[in-house]
């Protein structure tokens, strides 16, 4: 099994930056694709950004290409998400996951349902 826990969110003004850390326990963390997503109430939960077990390969969703920065460091079980030039439309709950297949397929890695694991979010909120 595989824990992962989000922290890093809070307020920020539109404009400013925050770096989102998830850090993971269990499983064999470097095996595993991992990513960011985040939802707003009643929406459907929205791929950010996919990183490979290696961290050479990365997938960004086009929202937040050129502002957001996924990376990962195996070696301390930790993802981070920075997150620069935030808009108040950023404002929702960002999750982390999982993905123990460990296939990189582009068009998969940015479905919800690929991923096994998720962390329970944290709240980001950017003010105008």
């Known amino acids: 099994q595989v824990q992962l826990v989000e922290s890093g969110g809070g307020l920020v003004q539109a404009g400013g930056s925050l770096t989102l850390s998830c850090a993971a326990s269990?499983?064999?963390?470097?095996?595993?694709?991992l990513a960011w997503f985040r939802q707003i109430p009643g929406n459907e939960r929205e791929f950010l950004a996919a990183i490979s077990w290696g961290g050479g390969t990365i997938d960004y969703a086009d929202s937040v290409k050129g502002r957001f920065t996924i990376s990962r460091d195996n070696a301390k079980n930790t993802l981070w998400l920075q997150m620069s030039s935030l808009k108040p439309e950023d404002t929702a709950v960002y999750y982390c996951a999982a993905d123990t297949n460990n296939q990189w397929i582009p068009p998969i890695i940015r479905l919800s349902y690929e991923y096994d694991y998720w962390g329970p979010g944290t709240q980001v909120t950017v003010s105008s």
């Open positions: 269990g499983g064999s963390f470097r095996d595993y694709t």
